[in-house]
C-alpha cells in the first residue's frame, strides 16, 4: 500500500520568513495530493492540493510543487503569519473522492512572532 | 459546500459500554465513508472503509468486531465502539466522499474518553 513520508516532524520560522514542508510517497499510481491544516481538537482543513498533470499550484502564499518521477511533493508558505501555526498533514490518493487517503506524519509548524 | 456533520462531538463512557458515532453528509450523497483515528500528536490513521449498502472493509490491524460501522444509506454512516476500553480513548473523524465532484469532506471528529 501507499507509504507517505513527511519531514520536518516541527519547524519554527520567524514571521514574515518562508517555510517549506516535504512530502515523498511510495505508489507510482497516486495521483492526487492534498494539504491539509489542522489546529487542536478540529478537522483537518484543505488549504491546497495538486494532481499528478500539474507541476505546481499556487494559491496567494500557499503553493504545492509536485516531482512525479522523484515522488515529492512540498508545501511553501510565504510571508508567515503568526495565525499560520498550526500541523500541516500531506496526504495521496490514487483516485480523489473515491480512494483512501493516506496521510503524512504531520509538521508542527510555530511562526515566531 | 458539501456539510458532513459528526456527532457527537466529545463523549465520556465507562469501560466496557458501546458508544456509537454518527455521521451524516448534510447536502451531498456520500458514497463512500472513511473512518479515521488520530492519537495525541499523531497522524489521521485510516480504520476502515465503508461504501453504501455493504460491508465494511476494515484496515490491517482494526478490529472488525469491535469497531462496528454501518452505512446503510448514501448519507448516514455509523461507527461503533464496542466495550470501550481506556486505551480507544482517541480522536474518530469521519470523511464522506462524494466522488469525483465533493471529494473528500470532514466531519468535525469525536474525542472519545474511556474511563
Known amino acids: 500500500g501507499e507509504n507517505v513520508e513527511q519531514h520536518p516532524s516541527t519547524l519554527s520560522v520567524q514571521e514574515g520568513d518562508s517555510a517549506v514542508i516535504k512530502c515523498t510517497y511510495s505508489?507510482?499510481?497516486?495521483?492526487?495530493f492534498p494539504w491539509y491544516k489542522q489546529e487542536l481538537g478540529k478537522r483537518p482543513q484543505l488549504i491546497i492540493d495538486i494532481r499528478s498533470n500539474v507541476g505546481e499550484k499556487k494559491d496567494q502564499r500557499i503553493a504545492v510543487t509536485l516531482n512525479k518521477t522523484a515522488k515529492h511533493f512540498s508545501l511553501h508558505i510565504t510571508e508567515t503569519q503568526p495565525e499560520d501555526s498550526a500541523v500541516y498533514f500531506c496526504a495521496a490518493s490514487s483516485l480523489f473522492g473515491n480512494e483512501k487517503l493516506t496521510f503524512g506524519t504531520g509538521t508542527r509548524l510555530t511562526i515566531i512572532p | 459546500g458539501a456539510v458532513v456533520s459528526q456527532h457527537p462531538s466529545r463523549v465520556i463512557c465507562k469501560s466496557g459500554t458501546s458508544v456509537k458515532i454518527e455521521c451524516r453528509s448534510l447536502?451531498?450523497?456520500?458514497?463512500?465513508m472513511f473512518w479515521y483515528r488520530q492519537f495525541p500528536k499523531q497522524s489521521l490513521m485510516l480504520m476502515a472503509t465503508?461504501?453504501?449498502?455493504?460491508?465494511?472493509?476494515?484496515e490491517q490491524g482494526v478490529e472488525k468486531d469491535k469497531f462496528l460501522i454501518n452505512h446503510a444509506s448514501l448519507t448516514l454512516s455509523t461507527l461503533t465502539v464496542t466495550s470501550a476500553h481506556p486505551e480507544d480513548s482517541s480522536f474518530y473523524i469521519c470523511?464522506?466522499?462524494?466522488?469525483?465532484?465533493?471529494?473528500?469532506?470532514f466531519g468535525s471528529g469525536t474525542r472519545l474518553t474511556v474511563v
Open positions: 447536502d451531498f450523497q456520500a458514497t463512500t
Open positions: 465503508s461504501n453504501e449498502g455493504s460491508k465494511a472493509t476494515y
Open positions: 470523511s464522506a466522499s462524494g466522488g469525483l465532484i465533493y471529494g473528500y469532506t
Open positions: 505508489d507510482s499510481a497516486s495521483n492526487y
